[in-house]
């Protein structure tokens, strides 16, 4: 299904229709011909594949008391949520249940059977972009560094990263991975050994780009600050 933005003519297309799909880049937009994807099943798809089922067989056994507050908090949009467009859109109960709790999966914490509530249901502030610092040398430890006071008590500072072999490219919309996290109010996220097994041996002249957000425990977080260093 293509998504149309409408104006005084048709100003925005997203998605395939009667086998074309149409998208945009830093050119322009762009149609080209859709060619069925190759079903990946990378160690990471396959987690994520087994997430996903657990989920839908943890929200069946909820009653409908929950599944109903699942849906009221939904109904608030606590997190702002953006088609490719860019336009708002509403998530469901279901949407926010998987959202928060494959988050808290990501941190070892238990499933939520019942959505966040009074200050716990309001996302953290984020990290403030200024004094964030990447560095991510080719050997050696990889660090995201940021003031100690920018960070909320009781939030957590996950890191995410994504690489690319060029310093020319403009940070990516998708590819990131889950680096580490810890207490925000520590300062430094050390991910040496896990960024070496997802990007594998990078070179100087990439470009790592980091997004470090807040994080309730329950799964709730901030926009993301954004950072890059290209690697020395």
């Given at each position: 299904m293509a998504i149309v933005k409408l104006g005084g003519?048709?100003?925005?297309?997203?998605?395939?229709?009667?086998?074309?799909?149409?998208?945009?880049?830093?050119s322009g937009p762009y149609a080209k011909a859709w060619g069925r994807g190759s079903n990946p099943r990378s160690p990471r798809q396959q987690v994520l594949r087994g997430e996903l089922a657990r989920l839908g067989?943890?929200?069946?056994?909820?009653?409908?008391?929950q599944r109903d507050l699942w849906d009221a908090f939904a109904a608030l949009s606590p997190e702002p949520t953006y088609n490719s467009l860019g336009e708002e859109i509403e998530l469901s109960g279901w949407g926010y249940y998987c959202r928060i709790n494959v988050r808290r999966l990501e941190t070892e914490f238990s499933l939520m059977e019942e959505p966040p509530e009074g200050d716990e249901a309001t996302p953290p502030p984020p990290l403030e972009p200024t004094g964030l610092t990447l560095w991510v040398?080719?050997?050696?430890?990889?660090?995201?560094?940021?003031?100690?006071?920018?960070g909320e008590a009781g939030a957590a500072a996950i890191a995410y990263m994504a690489m690319r072999p060029s310093s020319g490219q403009?940070?990516?919309?998708?590819?990131?991975?889950?680096?580490?996290?810890?207490?925000?109010?520590?300062?430094?996220?050390?991910?040496?050994?896990?960024?070496?097994?997802?990007?594998?041996s990078y070179r100087a002249g990439w470009t790592g780009y980091c997004k470090l957000v807040q994080r309730w425990y329950t799964g709730l977080q901030s926009a993301p600050a954004t950072i890059f260093a290209v690697v020395e």
């Open positions: 003519t048709v100003v925005g297309i997203r998605g395939t229709v009667g086998g074309v799909t149409y998208s945009a880049n830093k067989r943890a929200w069946q056994a909820l009653d409908q008391e040398p080719p050997e050696g430890p990889c660090e995201v560094e940021w003031d100690e006071l920018t403009r940070a990516p919309a998708a590819g990131y991975y889950l680096m580490g996290y810890d207490s925000s109010d520590v300062g430094t996220v050390v991910f040496t050994e896990r960024a070496i097994s997802v990007f594998g």
